[in-house]
């Protein structure tokens, strides 16, 4: 299981690193959702995945899930997803004053 | 067991609630935020008092007694730096209060700046890495919308990097979380450091501190620090001022405690890289401050330039320059946001920021311009202003750890410093007087008080260095020796 795991990880991080190292500004933003599915999925397989085991009950549990990765991905992801609607509104609103999504026109060096 | 740690987060916290609701009210929004920033220092000079007394202080939360739920911990060093971060929090907002403009006060200047102090206090005074993650989190949010607050075709080009950078960085602190809690199992930093340290640092665990060291670089601009002079140009003044001040210094805060706490074990091979990146983070920002010709740049360039300064102190890592560090990071957050409110006032008397088509600002504007010249004495660490006792100790610990080349480097580049910012001074004030179009008068009160309230803690911490010294020695130690704060937070 961890090896399939590790794979969709991978894939995911590849996608995401591919879609940012692009210029049109949508695929980036894409490419950062990608990015941040990829590491939540990391998180939840680096504290070893147990299938069938049920959440930590009472204290004589013999097996059970690790609870802590959940919450913690349960908080990045909702953190994952207000930054990322920022940054589509962000994204369109520079689109429309700059009137480009080209992050190669959008270098700029001078003080306008 | 200690609540007070919590309220540098609740009072800017509840503050910014309110002030969303008091949209239409400038003058109450002022009022409120004014209050709210002076209280939030009163409660910071509590904590160090009570840090000083009785030692590190722990608050857990809803009483989960740790490793598990998440602790806050006052040491010495996170209570001096909230309460540096407090009192250059309160100036900016009596700053912005003149310079900002009705148009931003109206959307949410101030909730949003508060909402920025309650990450950078979190940051400083969590003891779990995870929160630490969100407390970042909170600060880069509100610094979003802070920088790209106004609209300006500048502010949204530089927005967008600045935030995709971020977006990256973020991703990969939490990969690094992922990592060190697969190989450990532990989230809070007093039980990371037992564990690191049983485990043995070395193999996967040295790779996961280069992550961190990665992630904590491109924050605090270590090295990685590209994104840094075109997105603090952007803002306006007093923002740029509080993001050079704070949000950087947060990163190197961030690494300062993870280097010293939980992977201290192997110096030889991650304080030498920090070690080697410092030393290009000052030449880097050394050769940049020399490039440019426009105030803003060469001002941001200065910012990159002590970042690799107080690495440097980390790298050498013994109880000088950790001593040092502390000391400096102090010294860095009150004469940055001075240096870089002096330098906006300069561009609005001057009505341009390019160094070529300014000059003969002393003829009016002469207590800006010696207020300037005293800031660069401070910054470039002339004695007796502030700079000075965090570079001696500082140097004399890279002497000491027989860092010979970095320190040679790091005193050089201290020449760049005063001779960039020189350059500045001598351009904006010296020469014929030049009417620009777009000047603007700025011999307000409202705008020279607050600078000139923090060149009067400067003035002070430069002459009570000893006084300084003495908070600051009682951090250094625990960075030198963390078994203290591990026990503090372990105990019960």
């Known amino acids: 299981m961890e090896l399939y795991m590790s794979l969709a990880i991978g894939v995911l991080f590849t996608v995401g690193i591919y879609l940012i190292l692009s210029k049109s500004l949508l695929r980036i933003v894409l490419g950062s959702s990608f990015l941040s599915h990829g590491v939540h999925l990391l998180l939840l397989t680096m504290s070893r995945l147990k299938t069938g085991a049920p959440p930590l009950l009472d204290e004589k549990a013999e097996a059970y899930v690790d609870p802590l990765p959940q919450a913690l991905i349960l908080t990045s992801i909702v953190i994952s997803f207000g930054v990322t609607s920022f940054l589509l509104v962000l994204a369109y609103k520079a689109y429309k004053k700059l009137g480009t999504d080209d992050m190669e026109e959008l270098r700029g060096n001078e003080n306008e | 067991m200690n609540n007070l740690l919590v309220l540098p987060l609740l009072v800017p916290l509840f503050t910014s609630v309110l002030l969303v609701f008091m949209r239409r009210s400038i003058l109450l929004q002022r ?61 900016i907002v009596f700053f912005s209060m003149g310079s900002i403009g009705e148009e931003r006060e109206r959307y949410f200047y101030y909730p949003l700046l508060q909402f920025l102090l309650v990450g950078v206090n979190g940051s400083f005074l969590t003891g779990d890495i995870f929160n630490l ?28 990097k600045y935030v995709i950078i971020n977006v990256v960085s973020s991703a990969l602190f939490v990969a690094a979380v992922a990592y060190l809690y697969g190989v450990t199992g532990a989230l809070n930093m007093a039980d990371l450091s037992l564990k690191v340290a049983e485990a043995g640092q070395g193999g996967i665990l040295n790779v996961i501190a280069l992550l961190f060291l990665i992630v904590f670089s491109l924050k605090a ?57 410092a030393g290009a983070t000052m030449v880097l920002g050394a050769f940049g401050a020399l490039a440019y010709k426009d105030i803003p740049r060469i001002l941001n360039y ?25 000391v400096y990071l102090l010294h860095d957050m009150i004469a940055k946001a001075l240096l870089l409110l002096l ?23 002469a207590l800006l311009g010696w207020m300037f010249f005293a800031t660069i004495l401070a910054v470039a660490g002339i004695p007796p202003l502030s700079g000075f006792a965090g570079k001696l100790l500082i140097v004399r610990g890279g002497l000491e750890g027989e860092h010979y080349l970095l320190t040679a480097v790091s005193l050089a580049t201290s020449f760049v410093v005063l001779y960039s910012l020189m350059r500045i001074f001598m351009a904006a004030f010296w020469g014929d007087e030049r009417a620009t179009a777009s000047a603007i008068d700025t011999r307000k009160a409202g705008l020279l008080l607050p600078a000139a309230g923090l060149m009067l803690i400067v003035v002070a911490m430069g002459f009570g260095s000893e006084w300084v010294y003495e908070f600051a020695s009682g951090a250094g130690r625990t960075l030198l020796d963390p078994s203290g704060y591990v026990q503090a937070v372990l105990k019960e």
């Open chain 2, 221 to 277: 601009g270590l090295l990685l620090y590209f994104w840094l002079p075109g997105a603090y140009s952007a803002p306006p003044t007093a923002v740029t001022a509080l993001f050079g001040a704070l949000l950087t210094k947060v990163g190197v805060y961030a690494l300062v405690r993870t280097f010293t706490l939980v992977f201290g074990g192997m110096p030889e091979v991650t304080h030498v890289w920090i070690g080697w990146m």
């Open chain 2, 343 to 365: 330098g906006g006032l300069i561009i609005r008397a001057a009505g341009t920021g390019k160094l070529s088509e300014m000059g003969g600002l002393m003829r009016r504007n």
């Open chain 2, 31 to 91: 009022w409120l935020s004014g209050a709210s920033s002076l209280a939030g220092v009163a409660i910071a000079v509590s904590i160090v008092i009570h840090v000083k007394k009785n030692g590190v202080q722990t608050l857990y939360m809803s009483g989960w007694a740790p490793p598990y739920g998440i602790a806050f911990v006052g040491d010495m060093l996170a209570a001096l730096l909230v309460l540096a971060t407090t009192v250059v929090g309160s100036f």
């Open chain 2, 133 to 160: 993650f969100v407390c970042f989190e909170v600060m880069l949010i509100s610094s979003y919308a802070l920088i790209v607050l106004g609209g300006t075709r500048l502010q949204l080009r530089e927005t967008l």
């Open chain 2, 302 to 326: 200065n910012i990159v330039i002590s970042v690799g300064f107080i690495a440097f102190g980390l790298a050498a890592a013994n109880r000088d320059s950790l001593e040092g560090v502390v």
